[in-house]
């Protein structure tokens, strides 16, 4: 049933001109990480967009939206990631938002969605921030919790090595009353990083 806020991380393969039909959702933070391929938005607030890989998507579902997904290609699969977490208020107004990571530097945790917005981040209604981790064999990279603060690490793609553990892809942590994350890549590797109240 999740962890602190973070309700739940669905990592979705969907195959060519398949997807999502339109549905409801309503009182949840909904975030969506293309891996590879591209995904077609489409929602009831008039959104219409092909999400590719290293961009990230942003619904706040509040008092309700509809919208589907689907998969344009006519030969490739998408692989994506979509997270929910649950808003720190119900019936909030429904926003949609969008940032593409592609210029964002390898090798360390870029915050990708904050509670304010922060350094450029996108805005979420939850005290939770997510940071992206795209590394090369070797690469170290860390993360100080402030105190009271929880973590979940999860590997979305490759191998590392995290605080002297190996995990693969689809492997997660939790971390409560912890100091530090460090982790290194062992292969060529994204990672996902949830610092939460």
Do not use: C
């Not at 938005?41 to 008092?63: L, W």
């Not at 926003?95 to 996108?122: C, I, M, W």
């Not at 795209?134 to 605080?163: D, F, K, Q, Y």
């Amino acid at each position: 049933m999740g962890f602190r806020s973070l309700r739940v991380i669905n990592d979705d393969l969907v195959m060519p001109a398949m997807g999502f039909g339109t549905h409801p959702h309503r009182d949840m933070e909904i975030i969506t990480y293309v891996l590879s391929g591209a995904l077609e938005h489409k929602d009831s607030m008039g959104n219409g967009r092909i999400i590719r890989p290293g961009e990230v998507q942003y619904m706040a579902a509040g008092t309700g939206i509809q919208h589907s997904e689907f998969n344009p290609s006519k030969d490739e699969a998408v692989h994506l990631l979509q997270i929910w977490i649950v808003p720190e208020r119900k019936g909030l107004k429904p926003r949609y938002a969008e940032k593409s990571l592609a210029k964002a530097p390898t090798g360390q945790f870029n915050l990708v969605v904050s509670r304010t917005g922060r350094d450029g981040s996108l805005p979420i209604n939850q005290d939770a921030d997510l940071y992206v981790a795209r590394l090369n064999p070797g690469n170290e990279a860390s993360h100080a919790l402030a105190p009271a603060r929880h973590a979940w690490v999860h590997v979305a793609e490759g191998e590392v090595r995290l605080n002297g553990d190996t995990l693969k892809a689809g492997d997660a942590v939790a971390f409560s009353e912890e100091p530090r994350v460090q982790l290194v890549a062992n292969k060529p590797s994204q990672v996902l990083l949830f610092d939460l109240s």
